[in-house]
């Protein structure tokens, strides 16, 4: 069987983008997101929070392509809807201290409802590309909330999927120790 196509029209084809920080930071992000499916972890972005906060103990997560409600334990549920707040105080084009809010799924018995995650389960996540650091407001964030940082890292955005590094930056007092109060 043979296809014939009608071209009487013109076709116009997008064929390159530019390289900015924000492809950069998407690219990071996407592959955040995938790490997350492949490990694990199930996340949800802290503007999400902002928008939809804690409802009867719980939050919508993402866990690979499912969308799941996970029991968020009373003693930290203050310390998420505060950090949720847009940073720059900002409604219309808000943006926030951390990433992603994270949690172990592959801990449960059942991914599907995360009612059994205790503290030590979730993490603050803030996706880099390169070798990019905390920002300040960031840095003096990370020393005042109770729920563990993790700086996700990934090195090299630009190169082959099968080639790109994720590195999670644990960020503790030691690595806290390297930058001054006054930040």
Same mark, same amino acid.
């Given at each position: 069987?043979?296809?014939? #196509?009608?071209?009487?029209?013109?076709?116009?084809?997008?064929?390159?983008?530019?390289?900015?920080?924000?492809?950069?930071?998407?690219?990071?992000?996407?592959?955040?997101?995938?790490?997350?499916?492949?490990?694990?972890?199930? #996340?949800?972005?802290?503007?999400?929070?902002?928008?939809? &906060?804690?409802?009867?103990?719980?939050?919508?997560?993402?866990?690979?392509?499912?969308?799941?409600?996970?029991?968020?334990?009373?003693?930290?549920?203050?310390?998420?809807?505060?950090?949720?707040?847009? &940073?720059?105080?900002?409604?219309?084009?808000? &943006?926030?201290?951390?990433?992603?809010?994270?949690?172990?799924?592959?801990?449960?018995?059942?991914?599907?409802?995360?009612?059994?995650?205790?503290?030590?389960?979730?993490?603050?996540?803030?996706?880099?590309?390169?070798?990019?650091?905390?920002?300040?407001?960031?840095?003096?964030?990370?020393?005042?909330?109770?729920?563990?940082?993790?700086?996700?890292?990934?090195?090299?955005?630009?190169?082959?999927?099968?080639?790109?590094?994720?590195?999670?930056?644990?960020?503790?007092?030691? #690595?806290? &120790?390297?930058?001054?109060?006054?930040?």
């Amino acid at each position: 069987m043979e296809i014939s #196509y009608n071209l009487d029209y013109d076709i116009t084809i997008m064929a390159r983008i530019d390289l900015t920080p924000e492809l950069f930071g998407s690219l990071g992000e996407t592959y955040y997101k995938e790490y997350c499916a492949q490990n694990g972890w199930a #996340y949800t972005s802290l503007e999400q929070i902002y928008k939809n &906060s804690i409802h009867n103990d719980k939050l919508e997560f993402k866990f690979g392509f499912e969308r799941i409600l996970v029991k968020i334990p009373f003693q930290i549920q203050t310390e998420i809807i505060e950090t949720a707040k847009p &940073s720059n105080n900002q409604e219309v084009n808000p &943006s926030f201290v951390f990433d992603f809010l994270a949690c172990k799924a592959y801990a449960s018995n059942d991914p599907r409802h995360l009612d059994d995650l205790r503290l030590e389960d979730f993490r603050w996540v803030e996706v880099k590309t390169g070798m990019s650091d905390l920002s300040p407001n960031q840095i003096s964030m990370a020393k005042k909330v109770k729920i563990p940082l993790i700086r996700c890292r990934v090195a090299n955005v630009m190169v082959r999927p099968e080639e790109v590094d994720i590195y999670w930056d644990p960020v503790d007092n030691e #690595y806290l &120790s390297r930058f001054n109060d006054d930040h």
